[in-house]
């Protein structure tokens, strides 16, 4: 029967003791190995917290080992847990997801069925929203997570395949991109991906209203794909391309109206301006119309929509410069 460990990055967010219970609630053969890897940059004001997250493992908790990161990374979590598997297969879990209540029965069918050159085999996410009312811009975006091809949130991946390619690339500090950027240098090196049959939840948490301005800094991981990958990654990846051309315009002409009425054009910061507000009217009424249309959720995304232009924009650019001398992979593989 084929073996696996179970490797589990966190924060320590109060989703934990739901995702380990889970775990520990499953049928089927059990993890030869779970790896907690705990992220917290600074785990000092809750020392505790670990090891009262482990108890509701219960007999599963000979079986867990913990190591720590100091905050560097979902990506570099991961790496730090694969260098502690020794099963043949290392299965990523994120610490806000339930797996299903034959996920292990499932997942050892999955392993079984893989041919040799299958090198990760994804779950299926599903995202449960809300009954009786239309989902909010937040939950649309968290149910985007069950049509990721790559996703981490549940992925086995074969750990000899793993090592070979070097892990995920810890240059990306995001839950973001990373999983897209090892599939695809996987998939690179003659290895196949195919999606199994197993199931796990992916509820959505809550979150500030000002959560999706937050989440521009992902435009920063874009330009290292770019870089990574070519300008044609969004195809290889079968990723959406999202609006960072519509936001730069906005951000644009925006700029244009505020520079252009200092200068004294008033004329043609007048039509700067019109071109703005037409943009983040088209941009809020976008995500307004999905949604339930409540006066919290409309303030929040009219609020939201006018910040998120030019913060997307500012993340783009500042990331494409960072990353600016970074390599193709595959000369840097070399």
Known sequence: MTSYAVVIPTLLRDTLADCLV?????????????VLVDDRPDPDPAPDALAHALTVLGDLRERTTTAATGGRGPAAARNTGLR?????????????????????????????????????????????????????????????LARARWITADMAYRTEALRQAGGFDERFPRAFREDADLALRLLDAGWRIRRGRRTTLHPVRSASRWASVGQQRGNADDALMRRLHGPDWWDKAVAPRGRIRRHAAITAAGAAACALAVAGHRRAATACALGW???????????????PRTREEVTTVLATSVVIPPAATWHRLAGAWRHRNAPAWREAAR
């Not at 339930?98 to 599903?126: K, R």
């Not at 507000?277 to 949604?291: Q, S």
């Open 84 to 144: 502690a598997v020794t099963a043949p297969w290392a299965v990523f879990l994120d610490d806000d997801v339930q797996v299903g209540p034959h996920w292990c029965a499932q997942l050892v069918q999955d392993l079984e069925e893989a041919t040799p050159d299958t090198a990760g085999i994804p779950g299926v996410i599903t995202v449960p929203l809300p009954g009786g009312r239309r989902p909010t811009d937040w939950e649309r975006g968290t149910a985007g």
């Open 277 to 291: 507000a037409a943009g983040t009217a088209e941009f809020a009424r976008a995500r307004i119309v999905p949604g």
């Open 22 to 34: 889970a775990l520990a609630a499953a049928h089927g053969p059990r993890p030869d190995e779970i």
